[in-house]
């Protein structure tokens, strides 16, 4: 069994920067994508940031500059920074990982989820 503990978030004015990190713990062979979601009231859940094993990353066109996803593969985490936060980045924020639980059988799993909500 895998979970994944979300951490941060919480309450910032617009222009503010906040930071979440998803910490992932029990039978973890390796651990290939990273991502972060997020959904709003009333939308679809919606792909944030994601980092490979290799470090490559990708970005929604709306936060391109603006959120850094990085990872610590020793600690399974991956986090996200979030800077000059605008009222529409409001939303519950999800981490996923891609673990492998042995070579060959691969698991989904999904954070808690963790609210960032931004005043304007």
């Known amino acids: 069994q895998v979970q994944l503990v979300e951490s941060g978030g919480g309450l910032v004015q617009a222009g503010g920067s906040l930071s979440l990190s998803c910490a992932a713990s029990?039978?973890?062979?390796?651990?290939?994508?990273m991502a972060w979601y997020r959904q709003a009231p009333g939308k679809q859940r919606e792909l944030v940031a994601s980092i490979n094993s290799g470090g490559s990353t990708n970005y929604a066109d709306s936060v391109k500059g603006r959120f850094t996803i990085s990872r610590d593969n020793a600690k399974n985490t991956v986090y996200l920074q979030m800077n000059s936060l605008k009222p529409e980045d409001t939303a519950v924020y999800y981490c996923?990982?891609?673990?492998?639980?042995?070579?060959?059988?691969?698991?989904?799993?999904w954070g808690q989820g963790t609210q960032v909500t931004v005043s304007s």
């Open positions: 996923n990982q891609e673990v492998y639980v042995n070579m060959f059988l691969k698991i989904y799993v």
């Open positions: 029990g039978n973890i062979f390796r651990i290939n994508d």
